[in-house]
């Protein structure tokens, strides 16, 4: 089963885009330029969601 976890080894803020990145087998690249365009998009609330899963989603082991 697998399961979402921000990543230790790939991370540039918290590791949540790298994260998301490996549990949907895609480039950590991709997710953070569609994080970054949300963030745009939204005023901000894209920044606010990526700083809640920060909290939320819990660390690689």
Avoid: H, Q
């Avoid at 089963?1 to 949540?16: F, Q």
């Avoid at 480039?27 to 901000?44: E, I, K």
Wanted: with cysteine; proline share 3%.
């Amino acid at each position: 089963m697998k399961k979402l976890y921000r990543s230790r080894n790939n991370r540039i803020l918290c590791g949540v885009c790298a994260g998301v990145g490996e549990y949907f087998n895609i480039d950590p690249t991709l997710v953070r330029l569609g994080m970054v365009l949300l963030g745009a998009c939204s005023f901000g609330t894209g920044v606010v969601a990526y700083f809640v899963a920060a909290v939320i989603i819990p660390e690689e082991m």
